[in-house]
């Protein structure tokens, strides 16, 4: 198995299953995306390129889909910066609070503005 897999199917519930119905989300939409195990969590790549990762943050009781390249985002009023000067991300307690359209749309968005790196410029 994938270390990216074993990170998800090791974590406890509610997590488990919030990263897995984010997985489902996210590879049923994006065919082209790849699963890796970069900086000690799965992260998602397209054409090469780092595209969002998925944290369990267990302590704090959430999971963050953050985006690499969120600089060049529109869809801030959902995105969450938490003290950190680039990476956004959207965060979840359980499934229920995953709105598919809100995440789809960032994704895709996201997916728009992959090529275009970290920074603005």
């Known amino acids: 198995m994938k270390p990216a897999e074993n990170y998800i199917l090791e974590q406890p519930e ?3 299953s919030i990263l897995l119905h984010l997985q489902l989300l996210i590879e049923s939409s994006f065919a082209d995306v790849v699963l890796k195990y ?3 969590i799965p992260f998602y790549y397209l054409n090469d390129k780092p595209f969002c990762y998925l944290n369990s943050v267990v302590k704090k009781g959430y999971v963050d889909v953050g985006f690499w390249a969120s600089a060049h985002l529109k869809y801030n009023e959902h995105l969450l910066s938490d003290g950190r000067k680039v990476v956004k991300s959207l965060r979840y307690q ?7 359209s809100i ?6 968005e996201a997916c728009q503005v992959n090529y275009k ?4 410029k």
């Open 14 to 16: 509610p997590f488990k």
């Open 38 to 40: 970069k900086y000690k």
């Open 94 to 100: 359980s499934v229920k609070e995953i709105d598919e």
């Open 103 to 108: 995440l789809l749309s960032v994704l895709e």
């Open 117 to 120: 790196g970290f920074w603005l």
